[in-house]
């Protein structure tokens, strides 16, 4: 359904160095770094069909997050999740919520982490569980 979620930054390198590592928790490599012909740099992380993209604003004002708003990544274990839990964490990230762990939903039994980024973005780790 989705062909790529984009979110703002104050500092493309701290963010780089944010989502190299938890984006390579679940096996992102490294992004490809553009330039907008604004001046402005961007990062696209292509992976397993997707691709997020992290830019600092072309209209020159702050970067923000979206107030209610959550980006969600599919996780392949519990053990996942807390993986890239902890390395947010790690990496100037902030947990959020209640503690990683199993949470019962409509959709059925889910494994959940959530945190916010240097920015703010609240990114939820999330394994489905079977």
Known sequence: MLSHVMIGTNNIEHAKQFYDAVLGVLGAGEPMRNQAPSGHARLFYLHDGGMFCVTEPINGELATFANGGTIGFKCHSPEQVQAFHDVAVAHGGQSIE???????????????????????NKLCAIYRVK
């Open 98 to 120: 209640a503690p990683p762990g199993l949470r019962e939903s409509s959709i059925g039994p889910l494994y959940l982490a959530y945190v916010r980024d240097p920015d703010g």
